[in-house]
């Protein structure tokens, strides 16, 4: 199987902190919006990597396993016309 992301956990490290950073500066304030804009990068740069190894590790899996997944599916509907 495909290894853990190793940089996951040093990004919500990262992410913490920047969390911790926002609660800490005046509301309404530009350096309060940039911190907040930092921490919604963080957000969706650990989105994107757990989103790429979910889609790495299925890859690979069916790779792996080259069966027949979806054979022969028949719907009670197809099976009753006949």
């Known amino acids: 199987m495909t290894e853990n992301p190793k940089n996951y956990a040093r990004d919500e490290k ?3 902190k920047a969390q911790r950073k926002h609660a800490k ?3 309404r304030s530009k350096n309060r919006d940039k ?6 990068r ?3 740069r650990i989105a994107d990597i757990r989103r790429d ?9 069916i790779r792996e396993n080259p069966r027949d997944l979806f054979g ?7 099976v009753a016309k006949s």
Not at 35 to 40: F, I, S, V
Not at 53 to 61: C, D, M, N, R
């Open 14 to 16: 990262k992410l913490a």
């Open 35 to 40: 911190a907040r804009r930092k921490g919604a």
């Open 42 to 44: 963080l957000h969706a």
């Open 25 to 27: 500066k005046k509301k």
């Open 53 to 61: 190894f979910q889609h790495q590790a299925s890859t690979k899996l």
């Open 72 to 78: 022969d599916v028949q719907c009670e509907r197809h």
